[in-house]
């Protein structure tokens, strides 16, 4: 992650053939679990801004929307129940 909060992803995303309906997910996956939990940390770490190595840089909310995250947007001391209450469906 860069200090402006985007990250140079590699394969774990993509932004084109958007016709094939993979969304932001790499083309071909052995474990769509494994890229998701990628996902997570990375938006769990602040990151706003994805620059894939196939297609052109996007919001990382989308990956919010595609794999159906909840993602935390805690920080500080009261991390900790921040996440508890996102875990359970309640906002801070």
Request: charged share 25%.
């Given at each position: ?42 938006r ?46 309640r906002?801070?």
């Amino acid at each position: 992650m860069l200090f402006d909060r985007s990250a140079f992803v590699g394969d774990a995303a993509m932004n084109f053939l958007r016709w094939t309906g993979v969304r932001n997910r790499p083309i071909y996956v052995e474990d769509i679990e494994t890229v998701y939990e990628s996902w997570r940390k990375l938006r769990e770490h602040g990151v706003r801004v994805i620059y894939p190595s196939h297609g052109k840089f996007f919001s990382a909310v989308k990956f919010d929307k595609s794999a159906g995250l909840a993602v935390s947007t805690c920080s500080g001391y009261d991390m900790l129940l921040c996440r508890i209450n996102n875990a359970a469906g309640r906002d801070k």
